[in-house]
């Protein structure tokens, strides 16, 4: 049974806020923005090569349904919280009120730096997919103007649709959310229809694929296949992330306190599911392993029209390429609700203007076109697989947080809870989440990705510099802590 919207504009006034978003998102499109982030057809293609170059068919087929399980343990913990506090500024919120104002800060960077990073990976996986799967990849001197002008072209037209409003969008993620799951399902039926011989030994058969790409290895040369294996959780990693977009659009979802949660974990327990049966679909139907190893980020184009009918596989390459486009459209969304939120208690620099509200569309437009630049800089800064690197990692740190700030906080400061709750399972789950983040940290940050880990320690040096200098004295926090004596 639906709640009115007059009871989801109660519970955001006694978190201290006035409605300003338009409230028109149902319980699948709260679910389908999440789905449409996460992206199993964008990441879980784009990436595969990250966990195929590692410890081989095993690697995945393994390593992808562990790491799921771990991120559904952080994704229950979050949908306890969000039931709770369901507020567009969503983790930065929840680590405010559970663990101080600094807890609070620190996340909301963390997580919009995460955010921004994410938009930034996406497009540009999207343009290098699209480029080798169509043998589009431009040579010469202007190749790199030619992809940079693309991917401000895409991350542009996103932001204009972002610009008119909700209504668009959420349209254009219901579409997506269903075409993720035909695509997927039609994928993973052809190529196991296609392949003569299923040698389901690969699934478990670990291999040794380090230094592979010869000419760019994805991971140096090493012999340790533990170490690879472990490396090799990057590609569910970065796959499954980004559901902490239903709690950013909670103040434009209805039934925010059931239907956020419900968002949250259907996400990524849908798409680890289907997220799994392709990848050893994909395993299974590659002619040898090493040979796609070998073929580095062109691996799933490769396997695909080696294995299939051109038309098929061609028509299967068009829907990857406009789902992965719909992906970096949902990731905007998530990112400007972020950026709004924030501004809105005064977090970011400009916030008189960056909280401002579209009076027709009733659209954070403002922060919506500064998150797309700043989505674009970073696209042009830094290379690709380095992007999906800090961005997995930033985007683990700010879930970490308010989940350690819950756990501490659980049952002594923290007493008020939404309809959705883990009981007696809340303080296991969000321990594991803390060390399993903590950990995705570490391996987030090895080589060839090291520049990952000098970006994440100076955002961690000039966070503490600033809090330390400036805003532990200006900044005050969301509604509910400033009320408090």
Known sequence: MSVPTSEDERLLRQLGYQ???????????????????????????????????GAGGAGIALGWPLVCLFSLAVAATMAQVASAFPTAGGLYHWGSLLGGRACGWATAWFNLSGLITVVAAVNAGTYDFATAAFGLVPQGPNAEAVRTAVIVGMTLSQALLNHFGIRWTTRLTDLSGWLILALTALMIVSLLAATRTLEWSRLWTFANF?????????????????????????????TITGFDASAHTSEETLDAARNVPRGIVRSVWVSGVFGWLMVCALLLAMPDLRQGAAQGAAVVPWILRGALPPLLATGLLLGIVLVQYLCGLAALTSASRMTFAFARDGGLPASGWLRRVSPVTRSPSVAVWATAAAGVAFTVLVPYTTIAAVCTVLLYISYVLPIGAGLIAYGRSWTRFGPWRLG??????????????????????????????????????????????????????PPMIRQVP
């Open 210 to 238: 380090s230094g592979l790409p010869e000419e760019a290895p994805v991971f140096p040369r090493q012999s340790s296949l533990p170490w690879l294996f472990a490396l090799g959780f990057l590609l569910p990693a970065y």
């Open 424 to 477: 007696a399972a809340y303080r296991p789950l969000a321990a594991l989440s803390v060390v399993g983040c903590l950990f995705l940290l570490v391996i987030g940050v090895q080589p060839p990705n090291a520049l990952a880990l000098h970006i994440v320690g100076g955002v961690i040096v000039l966070l503490v510099v600033v809090w330390f200098g400036f805003e532990r004295r200006r900044f005050q926090g």
């Open 19 to 53: 409605p300003e978003l338009a409230r028109r998102m149902s319980g699948f499109s709260n679910f389908a923005i999440s789905f449409s982030i996460i992206c199993i057809l964008a990441g879980g293609i784009t990436s595969f090569h990250v966990g195929l170059c």
